[in-house]
Structure formats: structure tokens, C-alpha cells
């Protein structure tokens, strides 16, 4: 059974940060890259970042220089820093493999408003 449980998001204004955390079930973790996902109101769900298994980033370029992805393979765990947070930025943010499994988790809601 896959498990992705996402957490960390909140409301914060712009400028500051927050960081996401995913816990996977080992079966879609283990040697796969992982992403991070969003989805705004009337969007597409879009990869924001991935890490492969070896620690490999690459970023959209909106968020490059911003987003830190990493990821704890022992803990099962991907992990998102998101500093100097936008009002555009706001989303519900969901992880999974890159590419993506079918299956998606609940997501956890990232708003940047002032």
C-alpha cells in the first residue's frame, strides 16, 4: 500500500519561510526520485522540485534560489525549505515519485499573503 503524508504548510506572509516534510511509504521511496508537486485554484498540479535516491536536485525556475529539496532516506522522509515565500507560491503542495505514481496524498495547504 503507498502512504504519502504531507505536512508543514500554513499561512505566512511574504518573505518568509516554511518547510514541507512528506513521510513515503517505503515501497514508492525506496530508489525512486521524489518530488514535490503543486496545485493553485484552476491550475495544473506542477513539479515545484525533485531529489533523486542519490540526492540529485532540480527546481522549476520560479522557485530556483529559493526551495531547498532533500530528502532522509533512512526516515522515509523528503523534506521542502521554501525561504523568501511569495503570494504566488500559494498552493496545496503534495509529494511523490518523480514521475508521479497515480496515487496522491491529501497535500498540505501553503498560503503567502500579507
Known amino acids: 500500500q503507498v502512504q504519502l503524508v504531507e505536512s508543514g504548510g500554513g499561512l505566512v506572509q511574504p518573505g518568509e519561510s516554511l518547510r514541507l516534510s512528506c513521510v513515503a511509504s517505503g515501497r514508492i521511496f525506496r530508489l525512486n526520485a521524489m518530488g514535490w508537486y503543486h496545485q493553485a485554484p484552476g491550475k495544473q498540479r506542477e513539479l515545484v522540485a525533485a531529489?533523486?535516491?542519490?540526492?540529485?536536485?532540480n527546481y522549476a525556475d520560479s522557485v530556483k534560489g529559493r526551495f531547498t529539496i532533500s530528502r532522509d532516506n533512512a526516515k522515509n522522509t523528503v523534506y521542502l525549505q521554501m525561504n523568501n515565500l511569495k503570494p504566488e507560491d500559494s498552493a496545496v503542495y503534495y509529494c511523490?515519485?518523480?514521475?508521479?505514481?497515480?496515487?496522491w496524498g491529501q497535500g498540505t495547504q501553503v498560503t503567502v499573503s500579507s
Open positions: 511523490n515519485a518523480h514521475p508521479a505514481w497515480e496515487y
Open positions: 531529489v533523486t535516491s542519490g540526492g540529485s536536485t
